[in-house]
């Protein structure tokens, strides 16, 4: 009942974020992404399907309904619905994901490096927050915005800054995403920087953060859970 009640939310978070698309506007009605190495018409790394045996199941995913598995060490589930899971995004410069949380539950630190965010909660309560870029002074720090959110609260991560969510409520949490681009891409701190294939030397590391060497082969030993 909740999501049907909060549903005009969700709808107003995409239009918000297709009014702030950072993707190039589409020349033609659509071009609906297809693998096919023989077509004629590539737009954004993606190939046009032909107009004439485009469907309605082109623009039709399901399923978002239904909740993500959160049983991981981050207790959260993001299932995204970019290009890559509904091709006929393709060129239109917006995305859409689906959070699940569980009880104190992480989306841990990550930035898009292609879109702004828009952040709807549904149900549960969520700490969120953003960093800033660094400061133009050298004596200042970068500034730290939170925000608790309840459902129906909305909050915007600027493109690229690196944010967060957390589930500070003892139930589950569920919230949706508006994203500014068709493929706004994904990187998570702590499993880009000690995760890395190769790995980053551990000089450049130790000398980064500031901390003994054995630290950081501490943490590029773990394993860095990806929860998309």
């Not at 551990?202 to 500031?210: E, G, H, K």
Request: with cysteine; hydrophobic share 40%; glycine share 8%.
């Amino acid at each position: 009942m909740a999501t049907r009640l909060l549903l005009p939310i969700v709808i107003l978070a995409l239009a918000s974020s297709l009014a702030y698309a950072s993707d190039p506007s589409p020349l033609q009605d659509f071009c609906v992404a297809v693998n096919d190495s023989k077509a004629s018409v590539f737009v954004n790394g993606k190939t046009c399907k032909a107009p004439g045996i485009v469907t309605p199941d082109d623009f039709f995913f399901p399923g978002l309904n239904k909740p993500g598995n959160t049983s991981n060490p981050l207790g959260s589930r993001v299932t995204p619905v970019t290009v890559n899971q509904l091709a006929g995004l393709n060129t239109l410069g917006i995305s859409l994901a689906r959070i699940d949380f569980a009880p104190y539950g992480l989306n841990p630190p990550h930035t898009h490096p292609r879109a702004t965010e828009i952040l709807v909660v549904i149900e549960g309560t969520l700490y969120v927050g953003f960093v800033t870029s660094n400061p133009a002074k050298p004596n200042q720090k970068n500034k730290l915005f939170t925000k608790t959110l309840y459902p129906g609260d909305v909050f915007v991560f600027p493109e690229g800054l690196i944010h967060f969510q957390f589930n500070v409520g003892s139930t589950n949490a569920v919230a949706f995403a508006g994203l500014s681009s068709q493929n706004p891409g994904v990187i998570t701190i702590a499993n880009a920087v000690f995760g890395s294939d190769p790995p980053i030397s551990s000089d450049v590391l130790t000398r980064a953060f500031q901390v003994d060497k054995n630290v950081i082969k501490y943490l590029q030993g773990q394993f860095w859970w990806d929860n998309n």
